[in-house]
């Protein structure tokens, strides 16, 4: 595996249903992000890590819950959502969180929420 | 506040027409840095470009170019004799902090 990787591709889960998605980085890198990505609105930032420290909750609700065991893996950990947080769930990652540093991205997880 | 505007929200052009995509951007800092990012039909972002503020040359890469003016804080971005593989949607973004700041997207059509 190569650059950035993200499972499931497609998710489709109830209301009540708990869930995570995965996200894997094979590039060495130090920071990892998670973005939201919907029809209404520009590509939104959810959460950074650096160094598997959260340095950043961009106001997100509690029923999306980040997690980073370690500079490689990246989770979103999701339960009790809502129809609108039906959306394409991007991970990225950086050699360090300074935004002047590019940022690779994964292929990303359609969610859709019923 | 930072801002990042991609005012044209789809375009549509025919194989081997030159096409240009708009950023605009604002920003109260000093140094920063604009990007311009690639998302085709698969889904994940392709890093194209990053310029910093200090930088004002104009780049090429193949039938890409990038012209960065920070007297009107715009960078555009004109692809030469397009070509259908270039149909995607293209994100224009601007450094804040430990964020990038995304534009609403231009979705680029290119027909044979």
């Known amino acids: 595996e190569t650059g950035v990787t993200q499972t499931p591709r497609h998710l489709v889960m109830g209301m009540t249903n708990k869930k995570s998605l995965k996200c894997e980085q094979h590039l060495g890198h130090n920071a990892m992000y998670w973005y939201k990505q919907s029809a209404k609105k520009p590509l939104e930032l959810m959460f950074v890590?650096?160094?598997?420290?959260?340095?950043e909750n961009n106001s997100v609700p509690s029923r999306f819950s980040p997690e980073c065991p370690n500079s490689s893996h990246l989770f979103l950990h999701l339960h009790t959502l809502q129809p609108e947080d039906s959306a394409l769930y991007l991970c990225a990652s950086s050699q360090e969180a300074p935004s002047y540093n590019e940022q690779f991205f994964g292929p990303g997880t359609r969610l859709t929420v019923l | 506040a930072q801002k990042v505007t991609q005012a044209q929200t789809e375009i549509s052009v025919v194989e081997k027409e030159d096409v240009t995509l708009d950023c605009v951007y604002e920003?109260?800092?000093?140094?920063?840095?604009l990007f311009w990012y690639k998302q085709p039909p698969s889904g994940e972002l392709v890093f194209l470009i990053r310029?910093?503020?200090?930088?004002?040359q104009n780049e090429i890469s193949g039938r890409y170019s990038w012209n960065f003016q920070k007297s009107t804080s715009s960078f555009n971005f004109t692809i030469t004799a397009s070509q259908v593989v270039d149909s995607a949607v293209y994100f224009c973004a601007l450094s804040e902090a430990r964020r990038l700041r995304f534009g609403a997207g231009t979705r680029l059509t290119v027909k044979p």
């Open positions: 310029r910093n503020s200090f930088d004002e």
């Open positions: 890590y650096s160094l598997e420290e959260r340095v």
């Open positions: 920003t109260r800092d000093t140094t920063y840095y």
